[in-house]
């Protein structure tokens, strides 16, 4: 399956297919459910452009690895690149608003937590980063009052608020700017609240994004 960007109606967005910057710990409950910590600075980590894939299509997962846990979270498409820039550089920057997922090998994960190594071999597999189609930004009412919902077999997974991140979106992206450049074209993957689990081949999956779309989908295995 070849990974093109596309708006909430299914065209294409003319924009280049770069990597995926995310951010760790932007919740505070999922923080309390992981028992982890809250990190000082936002915890920051990558995924390649091979890990992008649609949401509206099946969502695979490995079943060699251990569990592949959902992370639901609020995805934003850049237009341009930002660099050391300003919050209303970011906003200038922004092509539009969805939702993804970032898909997690929890056990890889939790062993590579013990042995203090990076987690890519967790979270930047192919096809971990399913996301929907983007919303333009002109259409969106404000990114710190954005609802999200998963829903897995018809039980409500997790539901996210973006007013509860601990790093709201534009501040967020603009620190993400004066670590390393944002390119034209990146997506940006920006937190999960709590509810993370398994996802199983032949899950049923409800993706709402509140006032914009919703999209139902499956799991399969790899």
């Known amino acids: 399956m070849t990974y093109l960007h596309k708006d909430n109606q299914g065209s294409p967005i003319?924009?280049?297919?770069?990597?995926?910057?995310?951010?760790?710990?932007?919740?505070?409950?999922?923080?309390?459910?992981?028992?982890?910590?809250?990190?000082?600075?936002?915890?920051?980590?990558?995924?390649?452009?091979?890990?992008?894939?649609?949401?509206?299509?099946?969502?695979?997962?490995?079943?060699?690895?251990?569990?592949?846990?959902?992370?639901?979270e609020v995805s934003i498409l850049l237009k341009s690149p930002l660099k050391n820039a300003t919050e209303a550089e970011v906003?200038?920057?922004?092509?539009?608003?969805?939702?993804?997922?970032?898909?997690?090998?929890?056990?890889?994960?939790?062993?590579?937590?013990?042995?203090?190594?990076?987690?890519?071999?967790?979270?930047?597999?192919?096809?971990?980063?399913?996301?929907?189609?983007?919303?333009?930004?002109?259409?969106?009412?404000?990114?710190?009052?954005?609802?999200?919902?998963?829903?897995?077999?018809?039980?409500?997974?997790?539901?996210?608020h973006t007013a509860m991140m601990l790093h709201k979106i534009v501040p967020l992206l603009a620190h993400m700017s004066e670590v390393f450049t944002l390119d034209s074209g990146d997506v940006i993957l920006t937190g999960t609240p709590k509810g993370v689990g398994p996802l199983l081949p032949g899950d049923n999956v409800d993706v709402e994004f509140t006032g914009y779309f919703s999209i139902q989908t499956k799991v399969v295995g790899e």
């Open 14 to 72: 003319s924009l280049p297919v770069n990597k995926v910057v995310c951010i760790g710990r932007n919740y505070l409950d999922h923080i309390q459910e992981m028992n982890s910590t809250v990190s000082e600075a936002p915890l920051l980590f990558m995924k390649p452009k091979a890990a992008l894939c649609h949401l509206d299509e099946a969502i695979q997962v490995p079943t060699d690895k251990g569990e592949c846990h959902n992370e639901l």
């Open 91 to 160: 906003l200038n920057a922004i092509w539009g608003v969805g939702v993804g997922l970032d898909l997690t090998l929890r056990d890889v994960q939790a062993a590579l937590k013990a042995q203090g190594q990076p987690w890519e071999r967790a979270k930047s597999f192919d096809y971990s980063a399913p996301v929907s189609g983007f919303v333009p930004l002109g259409e969106m009412e404000d990114l710190n009052d954005l609802h999200f919902t998963l829903t897995i077999n018809g039980e409500v997974r997790q539901q996210g």
